[in-house]
């Protein structure tokens, strides 16, 4: 018990609270009457008379803490965590400068001193603020097609497309080419047994002409979409269409995640509420069920298409002519090689031997005759640096049907 006269003025006075609680008690007045009195909680005063059963007021420690401050059994001594931190200290001045928990443990070994675990001591060293390594720092993830600034910006639309292969019903394969727009969710989906890109080209063409164009139509590296790889510089028809409606097409890196998210989405919801909800007897049936649902998923998101940027139409005397390039912009998704370098169309271009394993944007300028390589970075989207600018001379064959 402490003397009185070495209480500080805040301690008297608290104690001289708790002493009179105590003696009110004892003359007769209710806990909930004291309590109430020297706004405390019936629970404090009842600890406090607890504490002073049987004893002279006068012969009361006032000071004692709440249980709740005690410090836990199972705590390692001050005095061992102090000498974790020494070692640490000692063991960085060597000459291999190794003070981590494992050397910290293997020198308190050598000493003989009593050896608490390594998690024990990376505790120890968490606590004491005495590691440089503060855990895996979270990037927040880019805006919504960032690749591409002006999708970003929502002053564009994209029409991602992808096949969903390996369906059968009625004993007959078949394959369903789905295409989403990006801002507006604009659906359409073709459930057809044979999926070449001579058959899907009609696809393309009549979902265009009813909706509008987008400014972008996004593919993955599928043969369809791009071309045949057997030679070099070769457009597939359904990027020499986009060329010729003024469509920019967009390739998205293989094995990335993200870009082709949305088109991915919308497999798995016509898989689940189409194809997996019913049983069909023929493609007919598939034709119509998803028919139905496309119409209404448009219903549903009809606000959401009408607030999503503008298309425009084709023009009326327009005619399809895919026998030559029209110049305009193909646009290649990748990263970079260890040596900094890409592969487009069966070519490989230097980018930049700095930036390897890196993403980039290889804009194909036809009408100008060149490609220019931007970098991505998604820890900084707005910043798209012009990396490299090469020489390039557009196909001026023919395409064979």
Same mark, same amino acid.
């Given at each position: ?9 805040d301690e008297?006075?608290?104690a001289g ?111 004491? *603020? ?15 097609? %960032? ?36 801002? *507006?969710?604009?659906?359409?989906? %073709? ?16 979902? %265009? ?26 457009f597939s ?30 497999? *798995?919801?016509?898989?689940?509420? +189409? ?25 549903? &998101? ?31 998704? #990748? ?6 370098? +890409? ?11 700095? %930036? ?13 005759? &060149? ?7 998604? #820890? ?22």
């Amino acid at each position: 018990m402490r003397d009185w006269g070495v209480y500080n003025e805040d301690e008297k006075k608290e104690a001289g609270k708790r002493y009179l609680m105590v003696a009110a008690v004892r003359e007769g007045e209710s806990l909930r009457e004291v309590a109430r009195r020297f706004r405390v909680s019936p629970a404090t005063v009842y600890f406090w008379v607890s504490k002073a059963e049987g004893r002279r007021l006068d012969r009361v420690d006032w000071e004692g803490l709440s249980p709740g401050c005690r410090p836990a059994a199972n705590r390692t001594p001050a005095a061992v965590e102090a000498e974790v931190i020494r070692t640490r200290k000692r063991l960085g001045k060597t000459i291999l400068g190794e003070c981590g928990a494992h050397a910290i443990v293997q020198d308190f070994e050598e000493r003989g001193l009593e050896v608490p675990t390594v998690r024990t001591v990376g505790r120890i060293l968490a606590r004491q *603020g005495a590691v440089t390594w503060q855990g895996r720092r979270r990037w927040p993830s880019p805006p919504r097609g %960032w690749y591409l600034p002006d999708l970003a910006a929502g002053a564009a639309e994209l029409d991602s497309a992808d096949v969903v292969e390996g369906l059968s019903v009625g004993g007959r394969d078949f394959d369903v080419l789905n295409l989403i727009s990006f801002h *507006g969710g604009l659906p359409n989906s %073709w459930a057809m047994p044979n999926t070449r890109a001579k058959t899907i080209f009609p696809c393309f063409l009549e979902h %265009w002409r009813k909706v509008g164009l987008p400014r972008y139509a996004q593919f993955d590296n599928d043969l369809r979409f791009q071309g045949p790889h057997n030679h070099p510089d070769i457009f597939s028809r359904i990027v020499r269409l986009c060329l010729e409606l003024g469509v920019t097409a967009v390739f998205a890196p293989p094995r990335e995640m993200g870009f082709q998210a949305a088109i991915e989405q919308y497999n *798995g919801q016509w898989q689940k509420r +189409v194809w997996g909800r019913r049983t069909y007897r023929s493609l007919k049936d598939v034709q119509v069920c998803s028919a139905r649902y496309v119409e209404a998923l448009r219903q549903h &998101r009809a606000s959401r298409i009408e607030s999503a940027p503008a298309r425009h139409r084709i023009p009326a005397d327009w005619q399809c002519n895919l026998q030559h390039v029209v110049p305009g912009t193909v646009i290649f998704i #990748r990263r970079t090689s260890d040596k900094g370098t +890409v592969s487009l169309l069966e070519k490989t271009y230097q980018v930049d031997p700095q %930036w390897v394993h890196r993403l980039v944007r290889c804009e194909m300028r036809l009408h100008e005759e &060149r490609i220019q390589f931007f970098a991505l970075r998604r #820890r900084a989207p707005e910043e798209q640096p012009l990396l490299n600018e090469v020489h390039y001379l557009p196909p001026k064959n023919g395409f064979w049907e």
